[in-house]
């Protein structure tokens, strides 16, 4: 008996993730609203991200010893991958703000991420609600809706933000800058789209 693997809670990982993500969400707002005292808590958010990185191979790792999953290991394996990206891009942006030398955070800058948390509150929430999927079909899949119309509420932040910011800015370092970062933020939440688009498929696999 003692080569049978134990069962694994993947929801408990997964919920745990979710966790990670939204602390690392909150500490970018923060970083955001007080950027000259940022240093510190950039740090903070790169520690953050290790830790969720660790969550995440601690899922692959036991989706390889599982024998029989409570998803098919292809799902398992892509909202673990892609929950994980979400803090990848957080964690990228905060750094590259203090490798570029960035002086004060755009105001769409700001407008962009204010967005993105609100979708990773709701990724939160979809994930803590698949524990009971059976139970919250209907909750599940109305958040993946909100999530997806932040998606588009991001993009369209995204294209008045860059039309700004070649209208303002005259120094091109600056501009290229700015660019990249807004670029990563909104990426971010694409990777939630993608997220709230892997719970739905779970749910009305197995919901």
Known sequence: MKFIPKEVQFSDHFEELAEKIQE??????EILNDYKNSETKISKLKEIEHEADTITHGI??????TFITPLDREDIYSLANKMDNILDMIEESGTKMQLYKIKEPASELIELALIL?????????AIHAM???S???KIVLETCIEINSLENEADHVLRQSMARLFERETDVIELIKCKEIL???EEATDI???VSNIIEGIILKYG
């Open 24 to 29: 690392g969400g909150m500490l970018f707002m």
């Open 135 to 137: 139970k919250k079909v």
């Open 192 to 194: 939630c789209e993608d």
């Open 183 to 185: 670029e990563r933020i």
């Open 131 to 133: 524990r009971q999927r």
């Open 117 to 125: 948390n609100k979708s990773i509150v709701l990724v939160n929430k």
């Open 60 to 65: 692959y790792q036991d989706l390889h010893k």
